[in-house]
C-alpha cells in the first residue's frame, strides 16, 4: 500500500516537474517574445490611420497615412500637400472616421500633428532612445496608392533596416530640410500614401515614420526612408509644446557663376568634357597659392566631400556660402595632401 | 543515498522534458529574431573588410559614359580580398580613364581617405583590382560556388553611406548561374551604393562581389538599368579568387574570342555549325572551318549554341578551351563519292586558345550574285548563279549565269593540319556566303561548278568588296523575273500600292509591291524621306518603275510627328516589315534602309534598331547621326552603306561631317561608296533598286 502511494506520488512528482519546466520556460520565452508577427502586425495597425485631404488635383494623391500617438487622438504625420485643406480626415483601423484638426506642424523635421475627438485610443509611445542596429527586421504598415479603404487595415511590407545615416549623405541631390539621420530602409516604402506610415520592429515596437517621396533629381533613384522614433518625439514635443521652429534653415545658396580664380586656382581647360580637375596654374600670393596647391594637383574633394569631376568641383565649390571654410582635398604623387584656402570671397568673376 | 534523492534524480528528466516542449513551440515565435541576429552577426563577420569607394579624376564624358541611368559620381563599394591592401571594386565606381581611386578606410574615428592604384581590370566581370599602401582586413571566408542552393540567404553588403556600419540589404539567392556562367543573382536590393561590396551567406561568408554584370552582353554598363528591381549580379568570389593572380600582376583580362559565327539565329534552337570561321581567328588557326558542327566543348556534349555559350563566355583571352567538331567527309576529293553513300562524318578534337580581340576584317567577295532565296524557304542544294558582276574574280575565272555552285575548295589555313583542303559541300547560298566571309582577302577558293550536267573546279583569288556603284549596274543586272524590259514603262498592273495596316499603327505606311512572279523572293527599300507627316498615295509614283524592274517592296513610312521623325516611328517601320513579310516572300540578303535629309540620319537609326537583318543603308544629303556607333565590320553583320549628295546647300552643310564619317565606316572595315544622284538631285530610284539587287553580291 505504502508502495502504491510512493507510486502516486511519485507520478504527481513528474507531472508536477514537467509543468513547473515547461512554464519556467515559458517565462524566459514570453520576456522574449510576446506575440507572434501576425499579432505584432494586427496590435500596430490599429495604432496607423488613413489620412485624407487635399490634392487630387495635378496628379497629387489626397491620402496619406499617420500614427496614433496619444489614446486622446493626436496623429503624427509627414507635412505635405495633402495636409492643405480645409476639410481632413482620419480613418482608424476599425472604420471609424473623424474629422482632424491641425495642431501644428515642425517645418525643420517635416512632420506635422493633428488632432481627432476621440478618447481612449491605442497610441504607439514616443519615446528618446538610441535607434535600432542596422540589420533589424521591419515591418512597414501604411496606406500605400490609398488601397486600404474604410476599415480595411493598412497594408504590411517587410524588410530590413539597411542603413543609418545623414539624409544628406545620400549619393544624389535630395532636397530636403531634415538634416538628422534617417533609417534607409530595404524594403520598397517610397509609395503615394506611405508618407507617415509606422515602422516598427518584429516585437511590435516603433522604429520610426515612413518619410515623403524623395526622388533624386539626376539619378531617378527612389528613396526609401523613415524618420527614427527619437526625432518624432523631439518634432511632436516641440510641436505640443508651440516650440517649433517657424522656418526651415537658410541653405547654402549656390552662385552658379563662382569661378575658382577668385582663389588663386586656374583649372585644365575643359575641352569636349574630358578632363578631370587638374590643376593647371596656381595664381602667386593667391589663397590657393598660400594653402600650398600646387600645378598638377588633382582636386577629389571639398570640405570633406568627394568631387569626381571637374563639374562636380565647380557645383561643390558654388555651393559653399561667401565666408565659408574653403577645404580642399588633393592628389599628390599618390598620397593625399589637404589644404586649406581659408574663407570662401564673395561670388563673382575675378576683374 | 536515500530514496528521496534518488526520485529527485529520475524526476529531472521530466523537468527537463517539460521544458523542451515549451521551448520548441517558442522558437518557431524566436526564429524570426534568431535570424535578425544572425544576419546582424554575418554583416559584423565582414564589416571591417567592406570599404567605402569614391570615384577621383575623371571626366564628364566618363562619367556619362559609364552610367545613362545612375550618376558613377556617388560613392559605391568595394571589398578587401587579400592582405597587403588588395581591394576589388567595380568598373561603375573606376571608369576605364581612371587610373586611381579614393578608398575610405572605415576606422572608429572617422573614415580615412587613401589613394588607391589601379593595378588590375577584369573586363569581362567588370571588376577593378585596387591597391592601397595599408593591410586592412580582408575577407577570409568563403562558400564555394558548388555549395551555393537558390532560395539560401543572401545579404548584400554595401558602404557607400558614411555610417558607423556598412549599409545591409537582405534577399535569397536566385539563381546560381547568370550572364552565362560569370555571376549568381540575388533578389536583395543591388544599387550603385553596394556594387563592389560582398554578398554573404547567413554565416558571413561571401558568396560574391556585386556587379553590375548585365545578363547576356559583353557591355559593362548596361546592367545598371536593373538596380533596385529585385535582380542583382555577384560575380563568384571563388571564380575572382582564382584570377586574382593575374590581376594582382597588372593583367587586364578581356573576355575570351573564338572567332566564328553560326549559321543558326537563335542560339537556344540552333545548333552550333560554323557559317564562318574569321581567317587569322584562334577557330581557324585550330583548323575549324565553316561547316564543322561543334558537338562537345570541355568533354560536355553542344547540342545547342546556347550550351557552347555556357562554356565560352565564363573564359577569358588566354583560356584554352577543347572543343569537338564533327565534319562532312569531303566528297567532292573523288568523283565517286558522291554516288556511293556518304560517309559517316569524321570527328575532329581541337584545343583552341582564345583571344582578345580578332584581326580586322574587310569583307571579301568573288562577284557572285546568287539568285533569291526566301527567309522562310531557302533553296537547297547547290547555288545557282544569277548573274556576275563585271570584271571580278569571278568573271575572270569564267563563272556565269546559271552555273551551280556545288562545294568549295578553301585555302589551307595557317596552322591547319586536320584535313583543310577537302572540299565543303555547299547546300545554300547562306553557307556559300559563310564560307566566302571567312576567306582572307587575296586567298584562292576553289569552286566546284556544274555546268550543263558537266562538273570543273574553277580557282577564284577573293578580292576586297567593292564600295561604289559601277556605272552600268543597271544593264549588268538582269530584269527580275517577268519585269519589262530596261526602258519600257511599266505596265499599270505591274505593281501595286497598299498600305501595310498593323495593329496600334495610326498612319500604316505607303508600299509599292511588285505584283509579278509573286513567288519570288523581294528585295526591301525603307524610304525615309525628310519627315513631312502623312504619306500620300502620289509619292509612291517615282518608285513604281524601279520596284517593278528589279523585284523590290518600297516601302514608304510617314512620320508621326510632322517635324521630325522620332522613336515611335521605328516602332512602326518594324511592324510594317512584320506585315510584309506576312504579305510576300523576302530575301533576307537584301534588305536596304535608305534616307533623305533629316530621314538620313533617322536611316542609320532605324537601321541600328533592326540589327543585322539591314545589309544596305544608304544616305542622302546627310551624315551619320551624332551619336552613331559604327561597330567594326563582321561576317554577318557587315552593312553596305552609302552616301550620295545632290548638288546644293544642304548637301554641301553636311559634307564635312560625311568626309568624317567616311573615315570612321572605313577605320571599321566597311569603307561607304558614293550613291550616283538622279537628275536635279532627285532620288534615283532605279539605281537604289539595282543595288538592292547587288545587295546579295558574293
Known amino acids: 500500500m505504502i508502495r502504491h502511494a510512493g507510486a502516486i506520488r511519485a507520478g504527481l512528482m513528474m507531472v508536477i516537474c514537467f509543468m513547473v519546466g515547461s512554464s519556467w520556460m515559458d517565462g524566459i520565452a514570453s520576456r522574449a517574445a510576446a506575440a507572434s508577427p501576425q499579432e505584432t502586425i494586427a496590435g500596430a495597425a490599429r495604432k496607423v490611420v488613413k489620412i485624407h485631404g487635399a490634392g487630387g488635383v495635378r496628379g497629387l494623391e489626397a491620402y496619406q497615412t499617420g500614427l496614433l500617438v496619444s489614446p486622446a487622438g493626436h496623429v503624427v504625420t509627414v507635412m505635405s500637400t495633402v495636409l492643405d485643406a480645409d476639410e481632413l480626415s482620419c480613418v482608424l483601423d476599425d472604420g471609424r472616421r473623424y474629422r482632424a484638426t491641425m495642431v501644428g506642424v515642425d517645418p525643420r523635421r517635416e512632420l506635422a500633428v493633428l488632432s481627432i475627438e476621440a478618447e481612449d485610443l491605442p497610441a504607439f509611445t514616443l519615446a528618446a532612445g538610441d535607434p535600432v542596429p542596422v540589420g533589424t527586421r521591419i515591418f512597414a504598415l501604411s496606406n500605400l496608392f490609398g488601397v486600404a479603404v474604410g476599415d480595411e487595415r493598412v497594408s504590411a511590407q517587410h524588410g530590413v533596416v539597411s542603413a543609418l545615416v545623414p539624409l544628406e549623405a545620400r549619393r544624389g541631390s535630395y532636397e530636403v530640410p531634415y538634416r538628422g539621420d ?15 506610415g509606422a515602422v516598427i520592429d518584429w516585437r511590435g515596437r516603433l522604429v520610426g515614420m515612413l518619410g515623403k517621396e524623395l526622388r533624386a533629381s539626376g539619378s531617378g533613384i527612389w528613396l526609401n526612408y523613415a524618420i527614427p522614433t527619437a526625432a518624432l518625439n523631439e518634432g511632436y514635443a516641440e510641436i505640443i509644446s508651440g516650440t517649433a521652429s517657424p522656418a526651415a534653415p537658410a541653405g547654402a545658396t549656390a552662385s552658379p557663376g563662382f569661378d575658382p580664380a577668385v582663389l588663386g586656382l586656374v583649372l585644365v581647360p575643359d575641352l569636349l568634357d574630358r ?9 602667386a600670393d593667391s589663397p590657393a597659392a598660400r594653402a600650398g596647391l600646387r600645378p598638377d594637383d588633382l582636386v577629389i574633394a571639398v570640405g570633406g566631400r568627394s568631387v569626381a569631376s571637374r563639374a562636380a568641383l565647380q557645383r561643390a565649390l558654388a555651393a559653399l556660402a561667401a565666408g565659408d571654410a574653403v577645404q580642399l582635398s588633393v592628389v599628390r604623387s599618390g598620397t593625399i595632401v589637404e589644404c586649406d584656402l581659408g574663407p570662401r570671397p564673395a561670388a563673382g568673376r575675378k576683374r | 543515498m536515500t530514496a528521496m534523492t534518488q526520485q529527485r534524480i529520475w524526476l529531472w528528466p521530466w523537468f527537463v ?54 550618376p558613377a559620381s556617388g560613392p559605391s563599394t568595394g571589398v578587401v580580398v587579400e592582405e597587403g591592401g588588395w581591394i576589388l571594386a567595380t568598373s561603375f565606381a573606376v571608369p576605364q580613364d581612371a587610373r586611381e581611386a579614393i578608398v575610405m578606410l572605415p576606422s572608429a574615428a572617422g573614415s580615412q581617405r587613401r589613394v588607391a592604384r589601379v593595378v588590375g581590370r577584369d573586363l569581362s566581370r567588370g571588376l577593378v583590382l585596387l591597391r592601397i599602401d595599408e593591410s586592412p582586413p580582408p575577407v577570409t571566408e568563403w562558400v564555394p560556388r558548388a555549395e551555393l542552393a537558390v532560395g539560401q540567404w543572401t545579404i548584400a553588403v554595401g558602404r557607400a553611406w558614411d555610417g558607423a556600419v556598412p549599409s545591409v540589404a537582405v534577399g535569397i539567392l536566385s539563381a546560381t548561374n547568370r550572364s552565362w556562367g560569370r555571376s549568381v543573382q540575388t533578389d536583395a536590393s543591388i544599387s550603385p551604393a553596394n556594387y563592389g561590396g560582398p554578398l554573404i551567406d547567413i554565416r558571413g561568408r561571401a558568396i560574391g562581389i556585386l556587379a553590375p554584370l548585365p545578363a547576356d552582353t559583353a557591355g559593362m554598363n548596361l546592367g545598371t538599368e536593373l538596380y533596385d528591381s529585385g535582380i542583382g549580379f555577384a ?40 557559317a564562318t570561321c574569321r581567317p587569322g581567328s584562334p577557330a581557324a588557326k585550330a583548323g575549324l572551318r565553316a561547316g564543322d558542327l561543334i558537338v562537345a566543348a570541355e568533354g560536355r556534349p553542344v547540342t545547342r549554341i546556347a550550351e557552347l555559350r555556357h562554356v565560352l563566355a565564363p573564359r577569358y583571352a588566354g583560356d584554352t578551351v577543347r572543343l569537338s567538331v564533327e565534319r562532312a567527309a569531303g566528297q567532292a576529293k573523288s568523283e565517286q563519292a558522291k554516288s556511293e553513300q556518304a560517309a559517316p562524318p569524321s570527328r575532329i578534337d581541337v584545343q583552341v586558345t582564345l583571344v582578345k580581340a580578332l584581326p580586322p576584317w574587310r569583307r571579301p567577295i568573288l562577284g557572285i550574285v546568287p539568285v533569291r532565296s526566301a527567309a522562310r524557304e531557302p533553296r537547297p542544294g547547290p547555288v545557282k548563279v544569277a548573274w556576275v558582276w563585271a570584271g571580278s574574280p569571278a568573271a575572270k575565272a569564267g563563272i556565269a549565269a546559271g552555273d551551280q555552285i556545288e562545294a568549295v575548295v578553301p585555302p589551307l589555313a595557317e596552322g591547319d593540319t586536320t584535313g583543310a583542303g577537302d572540299a565543303i559541300p555547299v547546300d545554300s547560298a547562306s553557307t556559300l556566303a559563310g564560307i566566302v566571309a571567312g576567306t582572307d582577302v587575296g586567298k584562292t577558293l576553289g569552286l566546284v561548278v556544274d555546268r550543263d550536267g558537266k562538273r570543273q573546279t574553277l580557282s577564284i583569288e577573293s578580292v576586297a568588296m567593292p564600295t561604289d556603284l559601277p556605272g552600268d549596274l543597271l544593264e549588268q543586272i538582269p530584269p527580275f523575273a517577268a519585269a519589262p524590259a530596261a526602258g519600257v514603262a511599266p505596265a499599270g498592273d505591274a505593281v501595286t500600292v497598299e498600305r501595310l495596316q498593323a495593329a496600334e499603327v495610326a498612319q500604316p505606311p505607303l508600299a509599292v509591291l511588285p505584283s509579278v512572279g509573286s513567288k519570288e523572293p523581294l528585295g526591301v527599300i525603307v524610304f525615309l524621306d525628310v519627315p513631312r507627316g502623312p504619306i500620300d498615295d502620289a509619292q509612291a509614283a517615282e518608285w513604281k518603275a524601279a520596284a517593278a524592274r528589279h523585284g523590290v517592296a518600297v516601302i514608304l513610312p510617314g512620320s508621326v510627328d510632322p517635324q521630325r521623325w ?30 533623305r535629309g533629316a530621314g538620313g540620319a533617322f536611316a542609320w537609326l532605324v537601321a541600328e534598331s533592326l540589327g543585322p537583318a539591314v545589309r544596305g543603308v544608304a544616305l542622302i544629303d546627310s551624315a551619320l547621326p551624332r551619336q552613331a556607333t559604327v561597330e567594326p565590320a563582321e561576317p554577318g553583320r557587315s552593312r553596305w552603306v552609302l552616301f550620295g549628295a545632290a548638288a546644293d546647300d544642304a548637301a554641301a552643310d553636311v559634307s564635312p561631317r560625311v568626309e568624317a564619317d567616311r573615315r570612321r565606316l572605313d577605320e571599321a572595315g566597311s569603307p561607304a561608296g558614293t550613291l550616283p544622284m538622279g537628275q536635279g538631285g532627285r532620288v534615283p530610284a532605279a539605281t537604289l533598286a539595282a543595288w538592292v539587287e547587288a545587295l546579295g553580291l558574293l
Open chain 1, 275 to 283: 578632363t578631370p580637375p587638374f590643376i593647371e596654374t596656381v595664381v
Open chain 2, 566 to 595: 522620332g522613336r515611335e516611328d521605328i516602332g512602326g517601320i518594324k511592324r510594317a516589315l512584320a506585315t510584309l513579310a506576312t504579305k510576300r516572300a523576302i530575301d533576307p540578303a537584301r534588305i536596304a534602309v535608305v534616307g
Open chain 2, 235 to 274: 560575380v563568384p568570389f571563388e571564380d575572382m579568387l582564382r584570377v586574382l593572380p593575374r590581376l594582382k600582376n597588372g593583367e587586364t583580362l578581356s573576355p575570351g574570342v573564338l572567332g566564328i559565327g553560326y549559321s543558326a539565329r537563335d542560339p537556344f534552337t540552333g545548333e552550333a555549325r560554323i
Open chain 1, 182 to 196: 534617417v533609417y534607409i530602409l530595404d524594403c520598397t516604402t517610397n509609395n503615394p500614401g506611405s508618407p507617415g
Open chain 2, 17 to 70: 522534458l517539460g521544458a523542451v516542449a515549451s521551448a520548441s513551440m517558442a522558437v518557431a515565435e524566436e526564429l524570426p529574431f534568431a535570424e535578425e541576429a544572425a544576419i546582424r552577426a554575418a554583416v559584423d563577420r565582414v564589416a571591417a573588410s567592406v570599404v567605402r569607394i569614391e570615384t577621383a579624376g575623371v571626366s564628364e564624358a566618363a562619367l556619362a559614359s559609364s552610367a545613362e541611368v545612375a
